[in-house]
């Protein structure tokens, strides 16, 4: 069982920076590949990145590409969000989740995070 939290969300201006961090316990972190999710109001929770268990491997969507970086420190057992130039559309609450598996699609992923508000002003 892996307990997830994450961290560091708020209010920002367009064009502005956050990095998210997403901490875990209770499991052996390097076992799991970790994603972020996110849900804008009245929309589907949708991919925002994925990184493989070494942290070798990274995929983002298309509309974070370029603009978002996600890291991990198998160490400090925590997965990172780095998110720059953000716009309107990158308002949400961010999800931090484990599977044992490699995947960008949410069903695939056993343990979630409680998720963390991130809110850009214009």
């Known amino acids: 069982q892996v307990q997830l939290v994450e961290s560091g969300g708020g209010l920002v201006q367009a064009g502005g920076s956050l990095r998210l961090s997403c901490a875990a316990a209770?499991?052996?972190?390097?076992?799991?590949?970790m994603a972020w999710f996110r849900q804008a109001p009245g929309k589907e929770r949708e991919f925002v990145a994925r990184i493989t268990r070494s942290g070798d491997s990274t995929y983002y969507a298309d509309s974070v590409k370029g603009r978002f970086t996600i890291s991990r420190d198998n160490a400090k057992n925590t997965v990172y969000l780095q998110m720059n130039n953000l716009n309107l559309e990158d308002k949400a609450v961010y999800y931090c989740?484990?599977?044992?598996?490699?995947?960008?699609?949410?069903?695939?992923?056993?343990?979630w995070g409680q998720g963390t508000q991130v809110t850009v002003s214009s």
């Open positions: 209770g499991g052996a972190f390097s076992n799991y590949a």
């Open positions: 989740a484990a599977s044992t598996r490699l995947s960008i699609y949410d069903r695939s992923y056993n343990y």
